[in-house]
T-cell receptor, first 114, second 112 residues
Framework: DTAVSQTPKYLVTQMGNDKSIKCEQNLGHDTMYWYKQDSKKFLKIMFSYNNKELIINETVPNRFSPKSPDKAHLNLHINSLELGDSAVYFCASNPGGTPNYGYTFGSGTRLTVV | QKEVEQNSGPLSVPEGAIASLNCTYSDRGSQSFFWYRQYSGKSPELIMFIYSNGDKEDGRFTAQLNKASQYVSLLIRDSQPSDSATYLC????????????FGTGTRLKVLA
């Protein structure tokens, strides 16, 4: 039973399209995150939700919109996709409020915009 | 200056040797430090965390933290080809809503 699951695993789409990535965790964690990993392996935080409340919103184009219907789910919708959006997007979770607890990552979604 | 810096490598070590991976950070108030291993095409996996100065050992892995010098390192003893991966260092920020800042990772190659 996967702890943090993301769908889809691969996404190939044309510029200008709108797409969504879904994430679900069954760990009972309060906090969920979206990270973007570029081709140089740099992981950059995009958003974080704690128990459905947006708590981190980094400098991300407003074409990206997260949604958390409940604390076990965090989705990412991207409008008007651009070539530069191509990357691997990771969802992660942790209990929140516990400083020495790392993340559990999902398996990632490789987005390719052509 | 990047908040968390790592040498991108690749760091090549022979099988059975000790691999030493280093990380420096800029936020002097950082309290928690994490090492993740990421195999090619896979997600990062937490292998160690440390928050006190000194060494912390877990099997073949030892994390070392020196807050005065603002560096944290990971030693892998008896390196195996299966240890070949990218190792990501991360710290937890101390200001505002806490989040984890990652370095760009060091690619380790263990040669059989």
């Amino acid at each position: 039973d996967t702890a943090v699951s993301q769908t889809p695993k691969y996404l190939v789409t044309q510029m200008g399209n709108d797409k969504s990535i879904k994430c679900e965790q069954n760990l009972g964690h309060d906090t969920m995150y979206w990270y973007k990993q570029d081709s140089k392996k740099f992981l950059k935080i995009m958003f974080s939700y704690n128990n459905k409340e947006l708590i981190i919103n980094e400098t991300v184009p407003n074409r990206f919109s997260p949604k958390s219907p409940d604390k076990a789910h965090l989705n990412l919708h991207i409008n008007s996709l651009e070539l530069g959006d191509s990357a691997v997007y990771f969802c992660a979770s942790n209990p929140g409020g516990t400083p020495n607890y790392g993340y559990t990552f999902g398996s990632g979604t490789r987005l390719t915009v052509v | 200056q990047k908040e968390v810096e790592q040498n991108s490598g690749p760091l090549s070590v022979p099988e059975g040797a000790i691999a030493s991976l280093n990380c420096t950070y800029s936020d002097r108030g950082s309290q928690s430090f994490f090492w993740y291993r990421q195999y090619s095409g896979k997600s990062p996996e937490l292998i160690m965390f440390i928050y006190s100065n000194g060494d912390k050992e877990d099997g073949r892995f030892t994390a070392q933290l020196n807050k005065a010098s603002q560096y944290v390192s990971l030693l892998i003893r008896d390196s195996q080809p299966s240890d070949s991966a990218t190792y990501l260092c991360a710290t937890r920020t101390t200001s505002g809503t806490y989040k984890y800042i990652f370095g760009t990772g060091t690619r380790l190659k263990v040669l059989a």
